[in-house]
């Protein structure tokens, strides 16, 4: 189902505060604390679940945050409806998941949301980094330690729902091979059992990829390239552990899939790197 009420609801409204920024970035603060509050009143009782509230929630203070640094009015409109739509589809892979955790296309979605969501973030952190960095007004100095406690913050919470969905098609599977063998009612139960996920090893792994992707982002800031080279790169070189990691938790890691993988994700980021600007800009 592609049409879902509630959700077409609450993304009307996350368009209408995209639109705002978009031609009026004085209300950037203002809006921005709207979301906020439209995210715990809304969107949580929507959701139901942290885990499923993370991806729209990110995705929205990423998407108002690189609104306000694209100066162009087209290119706004392209991002905005790229976000609206990647907005649209969390909320729909999140009510598909709350019925059944396997489902493989509702997981295709979040999968494909989570990516976004990144983007938007590695891309306004940048961003906002480089602004800041060189503006005279604020009455202390940024570092760029600050930009990596931001992107880490970020990255965790943005991360740990697509693993813990894949940990938890993992379980359901075993479960549903296990009940089946013994006839155990007690499995059968836990099957449909949404919360049912060990999250230690899956939390242990969310660190392990954001303690990367920190170092990466202190690496990535001392680079001559504009805020949108600087943020796809950390995201093709995110996305690469991210699969790695992912995969590993679906106990289909192999050794061909390391080498695609590396091979696929080389070629754009060596391809980035070539084409850019080599002056830093901000």
Not at 93 to 99: D, E, I
Not at 114 to 122: D, R
Not at 199 to 223: A, D, E, H, M, Y
Request: aromatic share 18%.
């Amino acid at each position: 189902m592609l049409l879902h009420f509630k959700a077409f609801l609450a993304t009307l409204f996350f368009w209408a505060m995209l639109e705002v920024v978009a031609f009026n970035e004085i209300f950037y603060s203002e809006t921005l604390l709207v979301f906020l509050g439209f995210s715990l009143v809304v969107l949580w009782p929507l959701t139901k679940m942290l885990r499923f509230l993370a991806l729209p929630s990110f995705i929205g203070i990423g998407a108002l945050s690189l609104t306000v640094l694209v100066s162009g009015l087209w290119e706004k409109q392209i991002i905005i409806a790229l976000v609206v739509a990647a907005f649209y589809l969390s909320l729909l892979a999140a009510f598909r998941l709350m019925k059944y955790n396997c489902d493989q296309t509702a997981q295709g979605v979040l999968n494909f949301v989570t990516i976004v969501a990144m983007f938007l973030w590695f891309v306004a952190g940048f961003g906002w980094y480089l602004n800041l960095y060189y503006s005279q007004t604020l009455p202390i100095d940024v570092e760029n330690w600050m930009l990596v406690i931001v992107i880490m913050f970020a990255g965790f919470f943005i991360t740990l729902p697509s693993f813990l969905l894949a940990t938890a098609s993992c379980q359901i599977l075993e479960l549903k091979r296990l009940s089946r063998k013994k006839k155990n009612s007690y499995l059968e139960k836990e099957v449909n059992n949404p919360t049912f996920i060990n999250f230690r090893p899956v939390v242990f792994l969310t660190i392990i990829v954001t303690l990367v992707v920190g170092q990466l982002t202190w690496v990535l800031s001392f680079w001559p390239f504009g805020y949108l080279t600087t943020g796809a790169t950390l995201l093709i070189i995110y996305f690469m552990f991210w699969d790695v990691v992912r995969v590993f938790i679906q106990g289909k890691l192999q050794k061909n899939r390391l080498v695609l993988n590396g091979a696929l994700l080389i070629f754009p980021l060596i391809m980035l790197l070539f084409t850019a600007n080599w002056h830093l800009s901000y």
